[in-house]
């Protein structure tokens, strides 16, 4: 009898243990993808996250149980859960983005921990000793979850308002010019060259590395905005029809910047139509305010936003390259017109761009040491942005000459043993994959060039068409390439390799192992690419 109870305790006792572990592990995926129920549960079906291994254990365990006494059923889970337990990782410490404790993660996985304890105490009753209840336990877990944040849901909405609130009313009160900033991909990067331009001249916030959402920004503007604050720019992230409108009303824009439309987080809007109109919120609270949006020419592609920039002509500024420049337009329409910002020339040298332009009958040449050919049209919608905030032009080009790289997109480190690295990590798009392969190519012009590289997401129906086209170009430029996660990218793999024999590629399963080959195999001279780097959500799905 004492043996029972003492192995019926373990077993309670590595569940407690278990649950707490698998619990984290959801969690940190569910924080990833912003509390988004359906894009969790999508996950775990499109990578089969749940668990298998000790299910099986406690299947066999059941058959098991007609032929032998509940002490060595009982034993058998517990260790097999034991160990469950010690391989799962704790996405704590275990992952590149780890885990933050915050306030609402807090408020959903404690709960949530305690119903799955709760449910496990039926395996105990007398009426249901059945082992296989505990395969049952083992998979409400992320439903415990899903059921706790649902439940919050309007807490977290009045939580949500009353920061939301704060944070407008500190806007309201200190009256900063608000310069919002969007596009499918540019508009950190465009963030950064802005603020740092604008920090020259006057006390200017600009919300920190990828923060663009509401309870992101509404965070900043709370801790950081204070009334000295002449500017304000934020970023504004998109994530379906309404995203640009509600962070529009948050922080009332005096001037916006719209940097691109492309399949960036085409996934989530279905069609490019779809996305532009998102994009172009931004420009209708702005001209609605009666300030002025300076855009990328190619985002006029569309019929709305074409129509929108036709009806509101005056609050409109349009840059774009020229058909020297964008070879492109040779063939497609350009939409550049008389008076509008034109780039004539961009050239990458070894310190970084130089890029001309003509605007307003005037002709500017700017070096900026910045590397990727793409970041010359960055470059021209932060100048004129700034230029119409009042800044001189001299003024614009001394900042923009002391203008720090942006960390993680296109950076240029040299390391020890003449190794230089090109650090695209944050930025992976079709056009800035390109761009990067191109500046590779340039800086390892007579050396070794190596591409890690996990491939590009959230392309939707285009995946495969956009990974086969860059594969074949980086095919073109690189001598190997170490493709992490192969399978998300057949196509690329196979462009790659078609464009010749003597080109090496390597698959591994993780960008650690990339680095670990780096490390093995380096030459002097190497020049080494590194295109996106997979969250955790893509790259480490558990194993469980």
Same mark, same amino acid.
């Given at each position: 009898?004492?043996?029972?109870?003492?192995?019926?305790?373990?077993?309670?006792?590595?569940?407690?243990?278990?649950?707490?572990?698998?619990?984290?592990?959801?969690?940190?995926?569910?924080?990833?993808?912003?509390?988004?129920?359906?894009?969790?549960?999508?996950?775990?079906?499109?990578?089969?996250?749940?668990?298998?291994?000790?299910?099986?254990?406690?299947?066999?365990?059941?058959?098991?149980?007609?032929?032998?006494?509940?002490?060595?059923?009982?034993?058998?889970?517990?260790?097999?859960?034991?160990?469950?337990?010690?391989?799962?990782?704790?996405?704590?410490?275990?992952?590149?983005?780890?885990?933050?404790?915050?306030?609402?993660?807090?408020?959903?996985?404690?709960?949530?921990?305690?119903?799955?304890?709760?449910?496990?105490?039926?395996?105990?009753?007398?009426? *249901? @000793? =059945?082992?296989?209840?505990? #395969? &049952?336990?083992?998979? !409400?877990? $992320?439903?415990?979850?899903?059921?706790?944040?649902? /439940?919050?849901?309007?807490?977290?909405?009045?939580?949500?308002?009353?920061?939301?609130?704060?944070?407008?009313?500190?806007?309201?009160?200190?009256?900063?010019?608000?310069?919002?900033?969007?596009?499918?991909?540019?508009?950190?990067?465009?963030?950064?060259?802005?603020?740092?331009?604008?920090?020259?001249?006057?006390?200017?916030?600009?919300?920190?590395?990828?923060?663009? *959402? @509401? =309870?992101?920004?509404?965070? #900043? &503007?709370?801790?950081? !905005?204070? $009334?000295?604050?002449?500017?304000?720019?934020?970023? /504004?992230?998109?994530?379906?029809?309404?995203?640009?409108?509600?962070?529009?009303?948050?922080?009332?824009?005096?001037?916006?910047?719209?940097?691109?439309?492309?399949?960036?987080?085409?996934?989530?809007?279905?069609?490019?139509?779809?996305?532009?109109?998102?994009?172009?919120?931004?420009?209708?609270?702005?001209?609605?305010?009666?300030?002025?949006?300076?855009?990328?020419?190619?985002?006029?592609?569309?019929?709305?936003?074409?129509?929108?920039?036709?009806?509101?002509?005056?609050?409109?500024?349009?840059?774009?390259?020229?058909?020297?420049?964008?070879?492109?337009?040779?063939?497609?329409?350009?939409?550049?017109?008389?008076?509008?910002?034109?780039?004539?020339?961009?050239?990458?040298?070894?310190?970084?761009?130089?890029?001309?332009?003509?605007?307003?009958?005037?002709?500017?040449?700017?070096?900026?040491?910045?590397?990727?050919?793409?970041?010359?049209?960055?470059?021209?919608?932060?100048?004129?942005?700034?230029?119409?905030?009042?800044?001189?032009?001299?003024?614009?080009?001394?900042?923009?000459?002391?203008?720090?790289?942006?960390?993680?997109?296109?950076?240029?480190?040299?390391?020890?043993?003449?190794?230089?690295?090109?650090?695209?990590?944050?930025?992976?798009?079709?056009?800035?994959?390109?761009?990067?392969?191109?500046?590779?190519?340039?800086?390892?012009?007579?050396?070794?060039?190596?591409?890690?590289?996990?491939?590009?997401?959230?392309?939707?129906?285009?995946?495969?068409?956009?990974?086969?086209?860059?594969?074949?170009?980086?095919?073109?430029?690189?001598?190997?390439?170490?493709?992490?996660?192969?399978?998300?990218?057949?196509?690329?793999?196979?462009?790659?390799?078609?464009?010749?024999?003597?080109?090496?590629?390597?698959?591994?399963?993780?960008?650690?192992?990339?680095?670990?080959?780096?490390?093995?195999?380096?030459?002097?001279?190497?020049?080494?690419?590194?295109?996106?780097?997979?969250?955790?959500?893509?790259?480490?799905?558990?194993?469980?």
């Amino acid at each position: 009898m004492m043996i029972e109870l003492a192995t019926t305790a373990l077993l309670f006792l590595s569940f407690l243990a278990f649950a707490a572990k698998r619990g984290l592990t959801y969690m940190h995926v569910y924080q990833q993808e912003e509390y988004d129920s359906e894009r969790l549960l999508s996950w775990i079906w499109k990578n089969k996250a749940f668990d298998k291994r000790l299910s099986v254990v406690v299947i066999v365990v059941t058959i098991l149980s007609f032929f032998i006494p509940p002490v060595f059923v009982n034993f058998l889970i517990f260790t097999a859960m034991a160990f469950a337990t010690y391989r799962e990782k704790d996405p704590r410490k275990d992952s590149k983005k780890k885990l933050v404790a915050t306030a609402r993660a807090k408020r959903i996985f404690f709960p949530a921990y305690f119903l799955s304890v709760l449910a496990a105490t039926w395996c105990f009753l007398p009426v *249901t @000793p =059945m082992p296989w209840l505990w #395969i &049952l336990n083992i998979h !409400l877990i $992320p439903f415990m979850i899903l059921f706790v944040n649902m /439940m919050l849901a309007p807490f977290e909405e009045m939580n949500q308002k009353k920061f939301w609130n704060e944070a407008h009313n500190k806007v309201l009160d200190y009256q900063p010019t608000v310069i919002g900033i969007t596009g499918s991909f540019g508009k950190t990067s465009v963030k950064h060259i802005l603020g740092h331009i604008l920090k020259t001249q006057a006390p200017t916030l600009v919300t920190p590395g990828s923060v663009n *959402t @509401p =309870m992101g920004i509404s965070r #900043i &503007l709370r801790e950081q !905005l204070e $009334p000295e604050h002449k500017y304000l720019i934020v970023e /504004m992230g998109a994530y379906g029809r309404g995203s640009i409108d509600r962070l529009c009303r948050l922080t009332p824009p005096d001037f916006g910047i719209i940097t691109s439309i492309g399949h960036a987080h085409y996934e989530r809007f279905k069609s490019l139509e779809t996305v532009a109109e998102t994009k172009y919120e931004l420009a209708e609270a702005v001209v609605g305010r009666g300030g002025q949006v300076v855009v990328h020419e190619r985002t006029l592609r569309f019929d709305y936003t074409r129509a929108m920039k036709e009806q509101n002509e005056n609050h409109f500024i349009v840059c774009g390259e020229s058909a020297d420049v964008d070879k492109s337009k040779q063939a497609d329409k350009s939409y550049l017109k008389k008076g509008d910002l034109e780039i004539h020339k961009i050239i990458q040298g070894g310190k970084g761009l130089e890029v001309r332009f003509t605007w307003k009958n005037v002709t500017y040449n700017v070096e900026v040491p910045l590397f990727g050919i793409h970041h010359g049209h960055n470059i021209a919608l932060a100048f004129v942005t700034a230029f119409e905030l009042g800044v001189s032009s001299k003024d614009i080009q001394t900042a923009l000459q002391s203008l720090p790289q942006i960390e993680h997109r296109l950076e240029v480190r040299k390391q020890s043993g003449g190794l230089t690295i090109i650090d695209d990590a944050y930025n992976s798009n079709p056009m800035g994959f390109q761009s990067a392969l191109g500046l590779l190519s340039q800086i390892g012009s007579s050396k070794r060039k190596i591409l890690i590289t996990p491939g590009m997401v959230e392309l939707g129906k285009i995946h495969d068409e956009a990974h086969k086209s860059i594969g074949a170009y980086a095919g073109e430029v690189c001598d190997i390439a170490i493709v992490v996660k192969g399978k998300r990218i057949p196509t690329f793999i196979t462009a790659f390799k078609e464009t010749g024999a003597s080109k090496q590629l390597h698959e591994v399963e993780s960008f650690d192992e990339a680095q670990k080959w780096i490390a093995k195999n380096k030459q002097d001279g190497d020049v080494v690419l590194i295109e996106n780097d997979l969250p955790d959500i893509y790259e480490r799905v558990p194993r469980i």
